[in-house]
């Protein structure tokens, strides 16, 4: 009787910290929410590291740069041009460059996609509502074939769709848009509280 009131509670543990996700990630996402309001994917020389364009404006992948960099302390301009620099082959070659940027690199969402699959981050690509957890990193290809990516909340809509956070247009917002487009990619960082380097 004891050992199942243990197992019982591990159990309610385990399930406990999954549904709660990351809500540090989700937090620092949704902080941007009405602050991030222009949407501006132009080409910008920044500070490195830990370089940012103007807050009120940025790209989708502006929203998970800077909510990792405030949740977790981690900055991916210099996480992903370390990388890049170290293992340039590895990248996607779609723009034709022949050496890593650190001040667009972080910015492009195939490379993120990249860098998060390198470390181990990828998950099975499937669009039961369940599989989604609040922090979660999710892409997608909208019309035109542009890659997207947005940060799940902890926020349903009325069908129990979990919501997004990201940057589609018009600058930060939380939305139902998770499987509007078709999905390409899923990511789940690990759940230590600040990761400020990842090896």
């Known amino acids: 009787m004891r050992l199942s009131l243990v197992l019982f509670a591990l159990l309610s543990l385990c399930l406990g910290a999954r549904a709660k996700g990351a809500s540090d990630i989700v937090e620092a996402a949704r902080a941007q929410v009405g602050v991030t309001v222009i949407y501006d994917g132009s080409y910008q020389r920044l500070d490195y590291p830990g370089g940012d364009v103007p807050l009120d404006r940025g790209v989708c992948t502006d929203v998970v740069v800077r909510a990792l960099r405030d949740a977790r302390g981690m ?64 892409t997608c290809m909208l019309p035109g074939n542009l890659p997207h990516i947005m940060i799940v909340s902890d926020r349903r809509s009325p069908a129990a769709t979990p919501l997004v956070i990201h940057n589609v247009g018009a600058g930060a917002r939380e939305e139902d848009f998770l499987f509007r487009y078709k999905l390409t990619g899923h990511y789940r960082l690990p759940q230590s509280p600040r990761l400020q380097e990842v090896e």
């Open 75 to 138: 900055d991916l301009q210099k996480l992903v041009h370390e990388d890049m620099r170290a293992n340039f082959s590895a990248y996607p070659k779609i723009w034709g460059l022949k050496r890593a940027d650190k001040n667009i690199d972080h910015r492009r969402v195939p490379n993120l996609q990249r860098f998060f699959e390198r470390r181990g981050w990828k998950l099975r690509l499937d669009r039961n509502e369940k599989e989604f957890l609040p922090g979660d990193l999710v």
